[in-house]
């Protein structure tokens, strides 16, 4: 069985979240298509940011995407509770991490998404979709 990665694209001139459907003959993608969740077909691929799934899934069973926000539950001890966080893809390492969204912490990466760390991310949004992403921070404060 072959393995598909999943994307999801953010469509720059509309401002809004699509889903990609894309077939692939032995790893070479046939067709690609992005719509919304209304099922509304998008063309102007040259307006999109594409972002690959990580294959994981937050505390609530969420997918957890490039370009989410996450944040770090509470674990006894642990450092980092409360930290908001961008999933990124680190080419050099060809990894996902994580960037703390705190400035005074911005040369740190975390690259622990498994275990405990993993049980108590939540995704709360992503950096495309700004004013949700606020209403949700707003929230959980």
């Keep these: 069985m072959e393995l598909i990665p999943k994307f999801r694209a953010w469509d720059k001139t509309h401002k809004k979240m699509g889903f990609i459907d894309a077939h692939m003959t032995d790893g070479i993608f046939q067709s690609v298509k992005i719509f919304d969740k209304d099922g509304d077909d998008w063309q102007e691929s040259e307006n999109f940011i594409i972002m690959q799934s990580t294959g994981l899934k937050d505390k609530n069973g969420t997918e957890i995407f490039e370009g989410d926000v ?63 992403l ?6 959980t404060k």
Excluded at 134 to 139: P, S, T
């Design 70 to 132: 996450v944040r770090f539950g509470r674990l006894s001890g642990y450092p980092f509770d409360g930290f908001l966080n961008r999933v990124v893809w680190d080419k050099c390492d060809a990894a996902f991490k994580l960037v703390p969204l705190d400035k005074t912490w911005s040369d740190t990466y975390f690259s622990n998404f498994g275990g405990d760390a993993l049980k108590s991310l939540e995704v709360i949004g992503n950096v495309y979709e700004k004013d949700k």
């Design 134 to 139: 606020e209403e949700a921070i707003n929230d």
